[in-house]
């Protein structure tokens, strides 16, 4: 499909979203292409511990014979037995059913997906059927769906088994915290200082992965919850076009916002999670009447020259603001050279329109009425089951109705800056921040990039087209066939540091610090 047509496609999209409604088809239910995995060679350290393998990896090497699910699940219980009380990651663990179901498919038995026998970290906002789902709140602190989130089902059709639920920022606001703002999951790769940011609020999916305690993990983006988390723990995080992953079974957030997506270790291993994932659903209106989902694991296999070295798959612009190596200047400025070095990349100076600030910042505060309306009853009834998140909830209630209108049109003015302006000069474009194609519900890509003195990862963050999730995998997987950030893992906590936890200074979040940070 052109992109002009997807960019129609995507304003009237837009337009009937912000309505409350969405476009609608007759397209039924239905998952996108089935991936097939490539035959990738396996790195030595994957071969040597199942759990340092990427999924990918792991489907390849139970392919052939060489590690069953059961092994795989068992090892990553393991880790979670032994670390978790550091790492705090998850919310719920579901070992007997994860061990049962990968019994079930080293017997040849359940589903026979791309994902068969893969264990993964659901989010704990995703309805799980016969598992809690707290969302960590009190609000929910007794909810046991009776049925999966639209997502979940289509990971456990595709053989993926869920190890539990992952912590999360309260009400998928801020890092996660407890009620009274005291931090709980950590940074997997600073263990021991819990002050270091590991990004939120789908911080426990990301904790799980990058402390190598699941293969793969789902979380949700309404303001940076995917890619954030992404980028503080050495993981690659994609964020869809709004309406490419049903959000059916998710608890919600923000319904112009509010996305669904993989928090990966690589570009291959978030295509085929997303491949997965994504497609019509009829139990969310706003993922009807859509483009087709590309073939993102085409798109996130690196392309070789004759000569052996990496090129891109088509040619691509990117778009670098003039702000963008202001930040992390060393690590970005390495960032730009080895991306410009790669045939078939462009690099395009962007400057921000003078409303850029306002846009994007001062306007952005219409989220919080968008939040607070499906939450209303409880703000009535019992404003304290908010714990330390309320101010930003109140501060939803107290926005007007003509400042929710002006914020509208403040939004259309963006996306025809973005789209018609930024987007135009083009194809994807390095961003310092998720905010601007979070309000307008574009794709995002996180990925790592280096780490910074103290051993913390840095990410970047790429923004691309409606629809052209394939693009913006296509150059992460072309930079990261170029570089090895992304295959580096974090020490393993000393045992003291899990036998000491409740000793650990955990910092606590005040109600005006959770409002400032909150999606």
Known sequence: MSRSLNRRVFLASS???ASGAALRTATPAQASTTPRVPDIDVRKAALDDPTEATLTEAVVLMRRGKLTSTTLTEAYLDRIGR?????QAYAEVTADAALAAARKADRGQGARGVLRGIPLCIKDNYFTRGVPTRCNSSIFEDFVPDEDATAVARLKAAGGIVLGKGQMGPLATTRATKPNGTVTT???WTPGDPSVDPGGSSTGPACSVAGRMAASSIGTQT???????????????????????????????????DHSGPLARDAMDAALMLQVMAGPDAGDPRTLGLPAVPDLVRAATPVLSRGGAVRMRRATRIGVPSDFPAAQKELRTALLNQLDAIPGITLVDIAYPA???????TFNAARLAERTEPFRHWLREDPAKFGVSLLSWLQGLMLSGDEWITAQRAKNHLLREVLDGLMNRCDVLLQTGPVPFDIL?????????????????????????????DRLLEVAAAYQA???WHTRRPADPVPAAARLKAAIGRPRLSAEEAATSSA
């Open 15 to 17: 337009a009937a979203v």
């Open 83 to 87: 670390y978790d009380g550091t790492y």
């Open 186 to 188: 950590v940074n997997a």
């Open 223 to 257: 303001g940076g919850s995917i890619v954030l988390p992404s980028n503080q723990q050495n993981l690659t995080g994609l964020k869809p076009t709004m309406g490419r992953v049903s959000v059916h079974g998710v608890i919600p957030l923000s319904f112009t916002r």
């Open 355 to 361: 409303d850029w600030t306002l846009l994007t910042g």
């Open 441 to 469: 519900g574009l794709p995002e890509i996180a990925f790592p990039i280096g780490f910074d003195a103290g051993g913390v990862p840095v990410g970047a963050i790429l923004g691309g087209q409606p629809y052209e999730e």
């Open 482 to 484: 170029v570089t090895d």
